[in-house]
């Protein structure tokens, strides 16, 4: 299979593309039924030991809870619900998005009630409706594979930067949007959000630091872990990081590339080192509570 840090997006596009329009099917079911949460929580997903997997969500007929799973070893789509049916829905080898979205909506129908999402693709460069997309239908086992343990090992070093933290934070997100995994920080206070798009007006109006890693689109197309604050003041991007990363003008983030790391003795340390880092330099010259900032290093531990 190789080794992952050496697999750019453009390896294996064709798998990448489908599967990350199969998140935004689990992404829009969230949306369409979770509570509405602050900086949109309720429409984040989660990278379990199976894969992309939503929360329990509220039934459609208002009787129990149902979940909805892209099963990355099998692989399926899984859809439950709390009474006990499951309906297991192949996502492979050769199946068009649109064929998945309708044997997933037909499961939650039957299972628990009909519901409607909005099939328009977001954050993406292509425009079909998930439930018309014939073009999207590659599935290859050992790059999604490859995709699951990378993304893995990074879920893992985003929950260890994130886990001294005492105040308040997001658990690793698996966005399907832009289709990343990231934690965010807040400080406590308020902020303007950059735009008023609905994402950005109601995911960016509290003073934060974003860490997090994504498999490589067409715009960046390396695994990577980056780091951002908003609002970011002037002088932002002159912070020194160490060793490890540096400053991507283009995207407005620190930016550390897999390969980096592919090198290092313990790369699961130099990617925590590089999140910390990241996150000691937006809290200096953000200027956040220096008490608060200093919980991220362990003081005072989160256990004593």
Not at 83 to 104: E, K, Y
Not at 120 to 134: H, I, M, S, Y
Not at 164 to 174: D, E, K, S, W, Y
Request: aromatic fraction near 8%.
């Amino acid at each position: 299979m190789g080794t992952w840090t050496d697999r750019e997006y453009d390896s294996w596009a064709e798998t990448c593309d489908p599967l990350h329009a199969l998140t935004q099917l689990l992404g829009k079911l969230a949306v369409a039924l979770a509570p509405p949460e602050p900086q949109l929580q309720h429409a984040a997903l989660r990278l379990t030991a199976r894969g992309w997997e939503t929360a329990p969500l509220p039934a459609p007929g208002g009787d129990g809870t149902i979940g909805a799973t892209l099963d990355l070893r099998l692989p399926e789509a899984v859809v439950e619900h709390s009474g006990g049916g499951t309906v297991r829905i192949p996502l492979g080898p050769d199946r068009p998005v649109a064929a998945v979205v309708a044997d997933v909506l037909g499961a939650i129908a039957a299972l628990a009630g009909p519901v409607e999402i909005n099939p328009a693709p977001q954050e993406v460069e292509w425009t079909v409706p998930l439930d018309r997309d014939e073009q999207h239908r590659t599935y290859d086992p050992d790059a999604v594979e490859g995709y699951f343990a990378a993304a893995t090992r990074a879920a893992t070093a985003l929950a260890e930067i994130k886990a001294p933290f005492r105040g308040r934070a997001t658990p690793v997100n698996a966005w399907w949007g832009s289709f990343d995994l990231a934690i965010n920080l807040f400080s406590g206070s308020p902020a303007e959000p950059p735009s008023d798009d609905f994402i950005m007006r109601n995911a960016m109006d509290a003073q934060e630091v974003a860490i997090g890693w994504w498999p490589g689109d067409r715009r960046y197309p390396r695994p990577a872990f980056y780091a951002y604050a908003h609002p970011a003041p002037a002088g932002f991007a002159e912070g020194d990081l160490g060793p490890l990363g540096g400053w991507n003008g283009e995207l407005g983030e620190f930016v550390l590339d897999d390969r980096e790391l592919a090198g290092r003795d313990d790369p699961h340390a130099a990617a925590v080192a590089f999140g910390r880092a990241a996150f000691r330099h937006a809290c200096l010259v953000c200027g956040w509570d220096p008490t608060l900032a200093a919980t991220a290093e362990g003081d005072p531990p989160p256990v004593r």
